[in-house]
C-alpha cells in the first residue's frame, strides 16, 4: 500500500487536499498494526484449531454389553469413520443400569468431539417417557448428529400355540382376553412397549411376562412357557430357521431380507411402527465445524454398499437421517412412546 505521508494520498476520494495526515513512526504503526490484527487472530485462532480435528483415536461409547446390535452396528460404524476421518475410531462398551451408565459418560465427556455416543430408542425415547431419574438430559446434553441404523422387530410364537399369522392370533385373543401371555426382556425394555403397541392397537388383552434379559425371555417362548413375543430379527431368526418358532410379521411397513417370506404387520395394523433404531450423538458444544465432519462421514459410511451389506445382514437398514430432521424424529419417537406408558400406565418396578 502507498504510503502518503504528510500529503493528500490521490487515491483516496475522500481525502481533503488541504489536510494533512500525520507521520507514525515505525513502532507506532507496528503496534496500531498489531491492536488491529489481534482481534482477526483471535478470532481464526479456533477455527485453525478445528481445522486440524481429529489428530488423535476418538472413542465411541456405547451404553450396553458386546454383541447386541447397538454393539454391532457401532463397531460397523466405527470401522468406516477411521477410514474417512484418518484417525482410530475404537469402541467403548460402558454397559449397565439399562443404558445409563454408559450414556451419563458421554454427556460428562468433553465436547471437544473426541468421544462421541450411538444412543438408541431406549437411551434417548423410552427412558424419558419412562420417568427414570436419569442422570444426563437426553435433549440438552447431546447434539444429534446423524441417524445410523434402524430396524424392525418379528413377533413370535411358538408352534404349539397353533396361529400361523397375526389376524389368528388376534382373533384367539379376543375369543379369551387376559389368556394369551407374551414374554419381554423386562419392564420398560423394546419388547414390552411393542407389545403394549401391538395391544393398543389391535385391541387385545394379553398379560406380560417380564423376563431379566432379553436372552431369558427368548428361551421362555421356545421352551413355550409364554405364548408372544417381539425380538431382534437376528436373534429370532435361527430358531424360525430351525422351525423352533413361527415368525407371525415384522414391525413396520414392508419385509426384510433376512425374512423375506414373513410379512410386514404395518399394513394390517395401521400405525404399528415400534421400530428400534441408533442415532450418532455428541455431547452438547460441540464445535460446528466438528459436528458437520462428522455428519458428512457418517453420510457417507452408511451410502457405501458393503455397509448397507452388513446392515442388511443383522436385519437393518442404513438410517441416515440428519440435521433438524433427526432432531425432530428423536423429539416424535419420544412423545409418542410417553404417551403409550402413560395411557398403559407403565413403570419399571
Not at 448428529?145 to 410364537?157: D, E, N, Q, T
Not at 394369551?180 to 420398560?188: D, W
Amino acid at each position: 500500500m502507498r504510503s502518503c505521508a504528510r500529503r493528500a494520498c490521490p487515491s483516496d476520494p475522500s481525502t481533503d487536499p488541504q489536510n494533512t495526515e500525520t507521520v507514525l513512526n515505525p513502532s507506532r504503526r507496528s503496534l496500531l498494526a498489531s491492536a488491529l490484527l489481534a482481534p482477526v487472530a483471535a478470532i481464526h485462532r479456533p477455527v485453525l484449531a478445528q481445522a486440524d480435528w481429529p489428530s488423535r483415536p476418538i472413542k465411541l461409547i456405547v451404553a450396553f454389553a458386546p454383541g447386541g446390535f447397538t454393539d454391532i452396528a457401532a463397531r460397523l460404524l466405527a470401522d468406516s469413520l477411521s477410514r474417512k476421518l484418518g484417525q482410530p475410531v475404537f469402541v467403548d462398551n460402558r454397559a449397565g443400569a439399562a443404558g445409563m451408565i454408559g450414556t451419563q459418560a458421554a454427556a460428562q465427556a468433553g465436547n471437544d468431539g473426541y468421544t462421541i455416543l450411538l444412543g438408541t430408542i431406549s437411551t434417548h425415547a423410552i427412558d424419558v417417557g419412562l420417568g427414570k431419574k436419569l442422570p444426563y438430559d437426553p435433549a440438552k446434553d447431546f447434539l444429534p448428529i446423524s441417524g445410523v441404523a434402524k430396524g424392525p422387530l418379528v413377533m413370535v410364537v411358538p408352534p404349539s400355540l397353533g396361529v400361523k399369522n397375526v389376524s389368528e392370533l388376534i382373533a384367539r385373543a379376543k375369543a379369551s382376553p387376559g389368556k394369551l401371555t407374551y414374554a419381554s426382556g423386562g419392564n420398560g425394555t423394546t419388547s414390552h412397549l411393542a407389545a403394549e403397541l401391538f395391544k393398543s392397537i389391535a385391541g387385545v388383552d394379553m398379560l406380560h411376562v417380564p423376563y431379566k434379559s432379553p436372552s431369558l425371555a427368548t428361551t421362555g417362548i421356545l421352551g413355550g412357557q409364554v405364548d408372544v413375543m417381539f425380538d431382534t430379527v437376528p436373534t429370532s431368526l435361527p430358531h424360525v430357521s430351525a422351525g423352533k418358532l413361527v415368525a407371525l410379521g415384522v414391525t413396520g411397513n414392508q419385509s426384510v431380507d433376512l425374512m423375506k417370506n414373513v410379512p410386514a404387520l404395518g399394513p394390517v395394523l395401521k400405525g404399528f411402527n415400534p421400530d428400534t433404531w441408533a442415532v450418532l450423538f455428541a455431547p452438547a458444544g460441540v464445535k460446528p465445524e466438528i459436528a458437520s465432519r462428522l455428519s458428512a462421514a457418517v453420510r457417507d459410511s452408511l451410502a457405501a454398499p458393503e455397509v448397507q451389506k452388513r446392515l442388511s445382514d443383522i436385519g437393518m437398514v442404513p438410517f441416515p437421517v440428519q440435521g433438524r430432521d433427526i432432531a425432530e424424529f428423536i423429539r416424535n419417537d419420544t412423545t409418542r412412546w410417553a404417551d403409550l406408558i402413560a395411557k398403559n400406565h407403565i413403570t419399571v418396578d
